[in-house]
């Protein structure tokens, strides 16, 4: 008898112990790699879906932010989430188009004609499901969650860009994408391709003479120190994708999978507003600091040159 209420006291001690170690289990890290400052629209975006993932999984996955290139520059941290070696990730649709071509039809030239026009097209459920079942039917390695946006590219320089003339000859710095390569010159601008941690220094010493970006970026990565004029060409919607490893995709069950999920429509609901609203409090803080904005840049000659 004595050994029975043992051996049952030991077994109840076990089973205890595994019930509260499989309660008290470390929750499960996830990365998340973009490449610019945790300040700007990518970084609004990652913190949505982080916060808004751990409040459905009850804080089971958690995200663990590497903002800043720290994980590389968007072709390579495509390259790594397609191996598995990056969780998640935020990345321009143009750049997105070096994995999958039709990821650029989301950045081709005066496509969206104003703010109203592009968070209509990125709060249409429709167009929305057609641009993931497109990517998802055919990238290898990851998966399209959501789409955002961080506003508008401008071109800024020390020189004013007023119209298509202004831009004959001179040297841009553009993302090695064939939409790029393709417009600029059509512009009659000379393109340049670089790490965008290397345009600071190229614009300081001449290598380039302009470069492209949303107003938010280019604030907080200080490049108006060294290109103090912005001109708002608005010529390239700076849309987004937000994607997931294929690797970590599998691994999850289907609940985790509506959680993921989730969190990323959260951000795709959100990002515009928000990303709209970084970029007219950027121009307000530069103004003030002196950087000249040329609002009314003539853009038919443009948008005439970008029409297929």
Request: aromatic content about 8%.
């Amino acid at each position: 008898m004595r050994v029975n209420t043992i051996l049952m006291a030991t077994v109840l001690f076990f089973a205890t112990a595994a019930s509260i170690g499989a309660q008290a289990a470390e929750p499960r890290h996830f990365s998340f790699a973009y490449d610019q400052p945790h300040t700007t629209a990518y970084g609004i975006a990652a913190d949505t879906f982080a916060n808004k993932l751990q409040e459905l999984s009850k804080s089971t996955m958690i995200i663990d932010q590497f903002p800043g290139a720290q994980l590389g520059q968007e072709p390579q941290v495509l390259q790594k989430l397609r191996t598995g070696d990056i969780d998640f990730a935020i990345t321009s649709t143009a750049n997105s188009a070096t994995v999958q071509p039709e990821a650029g039809v989301f950045s081709i030239h005066f496509v969206f004609r104003s703010e109203d026009h592009l968070k209509k097209a990125l709060a249409d459920p429709a167009v929305v499901a057609a641009f993931k079942e497109m990517m998802n039917s055919k990238v290898e390695g990851a998966h399209t969650l959501a789409l955002g946006t961080m506003g508008f590219r401008d071109i800024y320089s020390k020189r004013e860009i007023h119209n298509l003339s202004d831009l004959k000859n001179v040297k841009v710095r553009v993302q090695a994408t064939a939409t790029e390569d393709t417009m600029f010159p059509a512009y009659g601008a000379q393109t340049v391709h670089m790490p965008f941690g290397d345009v600071y220094t190229s614009l300081q010493t001449g290598v380039v003479e302009a470069a492209e970006n949303g107003i938010n970026v280019y604030q907080m990565n200080k490049h108006y120190e060294v290109a103090p004029i912005m001109s708002l060409t608005e010529h390239e919607a700076n849309n987004n994708i937000i994607w997931v490893s294929d690797k970590v995709w599998n691994s999850l069950n289907d609940e985790q999978k509506r959680w993921v999920q989730a969190a990323a429509d959260e951000v795709g609901r959100t990002m515009p507003d928000k990303a709209f609203g970084l970029e007219h409090e950027s121009m307000a803080r530069l103004e003030k600091m002196g950087v000249k904005f040329v609002k009314e840049v003539d853009k038919s000659g443009f948008v005439k040159e970008a029409e297929p």
